[in-house]
């Protein structure tokens, strides 16, 4: 299973971008989706979580500007940012918990990053 992230670059503050990630593969079924971010000097820390039951998470920082939304159909999940600050700027990283079709177990994939500059 093989994780792709886009959408990163370089925005304004106030501005917008949309992250996506999709994973390919053998994929029997996918549970959790979520984004994480790491900035310079800082531990990772989870952005966003959405279940395979649609519930979401988000961490207090980006409640009510950030979006997160899955295609189970397409097997990606994006991250839709909104009014982008400053300390929004990070590598992004994409999660998806992947069942194995050989031992049933569900196996968390990474995505290979995305950078993310916010402008102030």
């Known amino acids: 299973v093989q994780l792709q992230a886009s959408g990163g670059g370089l925005v304004q503050s106030g501005g917008s971008l949309r992250l996506s990630c999709a994973a390919s593969g053998s994929i029997s079924s996918i549970n959790t989706m979520a984004w994480y971010r790491q900035a310079p000097g800082k531990q990772r820390e989870l952005v966003a979580s959405?279940?395979?039951?649609?519930?979401?998470s988000y961490t207090d920082s980006v409640k009510g500007r950030f979006t997160i939304s899955r295609d189970n159909a397409k097997n990606t999940v994006d991250l839709q940012m909104n009014s982008l600050k400053s300390e929004d700027t990070a590598v992004y990283y994409c999660t998806q918990d992947v069942k194995s079709s050989s031992s049933g177990l569900y196996f968390r994939h990474w995505g290979q990053g995305t950078q993310v500059t916010v402008s102030s």
């Open positions: 959405i279940r395979s039951d649609t519930r979401t």
